[in-house]
């Protein structure tokens, strides 16, 4: 039987695995078409990558019993390619984390808070990783949605199932 930190490790890799999967749909987009407000969750393609990776990163420093350092603003990412070069830095700070966090913390509680949302909890950090995971699936299907019914692009499917077999 797999340990908790196995599969933390493989749903990283899967979200990896989709992630470039989206940017190759994202690719097809110009920039004008990767700002644009969509008037669907966080407004544009550029800002729905931008939260998944404040979001994503807010919960790394909530694990780590830091305090969650500030959102990232959309605005100032005005380029695909620029977001691009955000999410490389955020993908390697993802992976050092996943990577050296031991089987012992992930069954660790870890409290957290949100206080926008009058939010206070405590969780397992491996439950909190869980969340994350499924966060950025969420939002992987909202922007691939957006691509294809809003833009009119090609999208793929993403599924765990799907990694799975091709990482057999």
């Known amino acids: 039987m797999s340990t908790t930190k196995e599969m933390m490790l493989k749903l990283f890799d899967y979200n990896i695995w989709a992630f470039a999967k ?37 919960w790394i420093d909530r694990l780590q019993d830091r305090s969650p350092r500030p959102h990232l603003d959309h605005a100032s990412f005005l380029t695909i390619e620029e977001v691009k070069k955000e999410w490389s830095a955020f993908n390697s700070e ?51 949605s957006v691509i294809n019914l809003v833009f009119h692009k090609e999208t793929v499917e993403q599924d765990l199932i799907f990694f799975l077999t091709a990482n057999e």
């Open 94 to 144: 993802f992976s050092k984390f996943i990577h050296s966090v031991s089987e012992d913390n992930l069954s660790m509680p870890a409290a957290w808070e949100i206080p926008s949302r009058g939010m206070r909890s405590s969780n397992p950090q491996w439950e909190i990783l869980l969340h994350v995971f499924n966060h950025l699936t969420d939002h992987r299907a909202q922007i691939l």
């Open 22 to 58: 989206v940017w190759n749909c994202i690719d097809q987009l110009n920039d004008e078409e990767f700002c644009h407000d969509t008037g669907y969750s966080h407004g544009s393609i550029r800002n729905q990558m931008i939260h998944v990776i404040s979001s994503t990163l807010r």
